[in-house]
C-alpha cells in the first residue's frame, strides 16, 4: 500500500511523475476494420511480433543447448506475455492494462479470422471492445462489441451453453446505460448458471443503475462467495460507499488494495480511497491517495480528474485545471466535461465555461449516436445551467424506464425545482438523501427546495449537512449552500431551530448557480414524459440511516471485509 488514508498529505511543492502524452497511449485495432482480418497496421504488428518471436525461439534454443541441466532446472519460467496477463486479469475480474487489452484485442481478431466458428473467441472479443469503449470514451467500439457478441450467439446460442456471450451483452448494456436490458441477460445467465461468477458483476451494476439495492448487496454478496479476492473487496467497498457506510467501505477498500497486485487493479483501489477522503471532506488526503494511484499507473484518468477537483478545493487551481485537461486528453469522458466547465465558471472564465460546454454537448451527441442513454447527464447539465423543462422531460423519461437510482432521483428532483415546481420536486429529493448514501450534493438540493417551501427548520439541517460532510463538493453549489444555510442562521436567531420563522422577512431561495450563456446545442428529442412512479412518502428532517435489517451497522465486516483499519 503505496499511501494509508493516516498519512500525511503530499506538500503543495512535491512533483508527480509526468504524464505520458496522448500519442503515447496504446492504440486499438480499428473498430471499421472487417471482422475477419486485423487492420493492416495489426497484422504488420503482429507478422514481425511473430518474427520476434522466431527469433526469439533460435536464441532460446541455443542458449538452452549452452546451459547445463542444473541451471535449466532452477531457470524461472518464462515471463507471460501481454495476452495472457490480459487473459489472467480477466479470469479474475480485474482490469487489464490498456496495453495488454490492446494485445488481446488483436490477438482475438486475428483468430477469428482464421476461426470462424470459435464462439468463444467471438465472445471473448466482443467483450473486450465494450472494455475498450468504456476506458477510451469511443463509444463506437460499442456497435463492433454487439457484431462480435451476435456472431458468438449464432455460433452457438446461449441455450446451448454460451452463456458468455449473454455476459457481455449485458456489459454492452450497461455500458450504453440500458440497466433494464443489462438485467434482463445477467438473469438469464444467473437462471442456468447460477454459480457463475461472471455474471454478477454486471448484474451489480445494472441493479444499482434501477435503483434496486436490495438485489445489489445479494449480487454483491454472492459475488464475493463465490470469488473471494481484491475484486471482490473492491465491490463489496463501493457496496457501502453507496450507502453512506464509509467505515466499512474504507476497511473493504483498504482491504483490497494491500492485496492487488497488478497495477490496474491496484490504482482503482487506490482511487476509490480517494474517492472515501474526498467525500469526508478531507482534499489533502484524497490528493495523497489519486497521487499514489497515478504513481501506480500513470495513465488513470479518473485518479487525474479526483485529485483536479481535490486540488480545486484546497485553491490550487492552476494544478487543478492542468489536471483536468490531462485527464480529458487520456479519457475524454463528459463527466469530466462538465467538471472543468463547472470550475472555469467560479473562477470567472465564462468563454471557457461556455466552449467546455460546447464540448459536453458534442460528447453527449456521439453517444446519443452509437446507443448510449445519456440522459442523466443531460438532464444534470440542462437543470443547472440550460432548461429546466428539458431535463424535467428527460429525467421524467428516464423515471419511467424504471432507472430510478438515487441519482435520477436527485437530478429529476432539481430540475423540477429549477422549472418552478419545487411541491413536486421534494418527494425525488427526499429519496434520493434517504437512498444515496449520504452525498452533499443531494442534502444541499433537498435544503434548497426546502429553502423554497419555507420549511426552514429542515432546510436548515439539510444545507448545515452538506457543507459538515464536504464543505467543498461543487466549486458552485458549495458556496451558494453556505450563502443559503447563513441566510437562514440570520433569520432564525433567537428561535428554536426547528420552529418555522414568521413570513416575513422571507430569505431569498436558492435556485441554483446561473450559468454563462449560450448553451451547447441540446439532443435530446421531443419525446412525451411517462408520468413518474409516486415515492415513498417525503420526510422532512433530512437523510434516515439506512435500515438496520437490510444494511450491516457502519464498521460491520460484509462479505469478504476486513477488521476496519484505522484512519
Not at 261 to 273: F, G, S
Not at 376 to 394: K, M, P, Q, S, T
Not at 399 to 416: E, F, I, N, P
Not at 501 to 527: L, V
Request: hydrophobic fraction near 40%; include cysteine.
Amino acid at each position: 500500500m503505496d499511501v494509508m488514508p493516516q498519512q500525511p498529505p503530499e506538500s503543495p511543492d512535491s512533483t508527480e511523475p509526468p504524464l505520458e502524452p496522448p500519442g503515447t497511449r496504446p492504440v486499438p485495432p480499428d473498430p471499421a476494420a472487417s471482422d475477419e482480418l486485423p487492420p493492416l497496421s495489426l497484422r504488420k504488428t503482429l507478422r514481425r511480433a511473430a518474427m520476434g518471436m522466431v527469433a526469439g525461439a533460435v536464441l532460446v534454443a541455443g542458449a538452452v543447448v549452452a546451459v547445463p541441466e542444473d541451471e535449466k532446472k532452477s531457470a524461472p519460467p518464462p515471463a507471460p506475455g501481454p495476452v495472457s496477463r490480459a487473459l489472467e486479469a480477466t479470469g479474475l475480474g480485474r482490469p487489464a492494462s490498456l496495453s495488454d487489452l490492446t494485445a488481446l484485442m488483436g490477438d482475438r481478431q486475428q483468430w477469428v479470422g482464421t476461426h470462424p466458428s470459435d464462439a468463444g473467441a467471438w465472445a471473448l472479443l466482443g467483450t473486450s471492445y465494450v472494455e475498450w469503449g468504456q476506458r477510451s470514451a469511443d463509444e463506437s467500439y460499442y456497435g463492433r462489441a454487439e457484431q462480435a457478441l451476435q456472431r458468438s450467439l449464432n455460433v452457438r446460442p446461449g441455450e446451448n451453453g454460451n452463456t458468455a456471450a449473454w455476459v457481455g451483452l449485458a456489459t454492452l448494456a450497461n455500458a450504453r446505460g440500458d440497466f433494464g436490458a443489462a438485467k434482463k441477460w445477467g438473469e438469464k445467465v444467473r437462471a442456468r448458471e447460477p454459480k457463475q461468477w461472471t455474471a454478477y458483476p454486471p448484474l451489480i451494476d445494472a441493479y444499482n443503475g434501477l435503483g434496486d439495492y436490495k438485489a445489489s448487496r445479494t449480487a454483491v454478496e454472492r459475488f464475493a462467495a463465490l470469488r473471494p479476492g481484491d475484486a471482490a473487496l473492491l465491490r463489496t467497498a463501493r457496496m457501502y460507499r453507496d450507502r453512506g457506510q464509509r467505515e466499512a467501505a474504507l476497511a473493504n477498500a483498504q482491504a483490497a488494495a494491500d492485496r492487488a497486485t497488478a497495477p490496474a487493479q491496484k490504482a482503482e483501489c487506490l482511487y476509490l480511497l480517494g474517492e472515501l477522503a474526498w467525500e469526508r471532506g478531507e482534499p489533502e488526503g484524497a490528493v495523497a491517495q489519486y497521487g499514489a494511484a497515478l504513481r501506480t499507473d500513470r495513465a488513470h484518468p479518473g485518479s487525474l480528474a479526483g485529485r483536479a477537483r481535490a486540488l480545486a478545493a484546497l485553491g490550487r487551481t492552476d494544478e487543478a485545471l492542468r489536471d483536468y485537461r490531462a485527464a480529458l486528453a487520456l479519457l475524454p469522458r463528459p463527466e469530466y466535461m462538465l467538471e472543468l466547465g463547472e470550475l472555469y465558471e467560479s473562477l470567472g472564465r465564462d468563454d471557457d465555461a461556455r466552449s467546455q460546454y460546447g464540448q459536453l454537448g458534442e460528447a453527449l451527441a456521439r453517444g446519443d449516436a452509437q446507443g448510449v442513454d445519456n440522459a442523466l447527464l443531460r438532464g444534470r447539465f440542462e437543470a443547472a445551467h440550460g432548461d429546466a423543462a428539458v431535463a424535467v422531460e428527460l429525467l421524467r423519461t428516464e423515471w419511467g424506464r424504471s432507472h430510478r437510482s438515487a441519482a435520477v432521483a436527485d437530478a429529476l428532483g432539481w430540475a423540477l425545482h429549477r422549472s418552478g415546481d419545487s411541491s413536486a420536486a421534494l418527494q425525488y429529493a427526499t429519496q434520493a438523501v434517504d437512498t444515496g448514501g449520504q452525498n452533499a450534493s443531494y442534502m444541499s438540493h433537498l435544503g434548497a427546495i426546502q429553502q423554497a417551501l419555507k420549511d426552514y427548520g429542515p432546510a436548515r439541517r439539510n444545507l448545515a449537512a452538506a457543507l459538515r460532510t464536504n464543505p467543498h463538493f461543487s466549486p458552485l453549489e458549495a458556496p451558494a449552500s453556505q450563502e443559503a444555510l447563513d441566510s437562514l442562521a440570520r433569520l432564525t436567531a433567537g428561535g428554536p431551530q426547528d420552529m418555522r420563522p414568521a413570513p416575513e422577512p422571507e430569505p431569498a431561495a436558492w435556485a441554483g448557480p446561473k450559468a454563462p450563456a449560450p448553451t451547447p446545442q441540446r439532443q435530446a428529442s421531443a419525446r412525451t414524459p411517462a408520468p413518474p412512479a409516486e415515492p415513498s412518502a417525503p420526510g422532512t428532517a433530512g437523510p434516515r440511516p439506512p435500515d438496520p435489517d437490510l444494511w450491516p451497522a457502519a464498521g460491520a465486516p460484509g462479505p469478504g471485509t476486513h477488521a476496519p483499519g484505522s484512519r
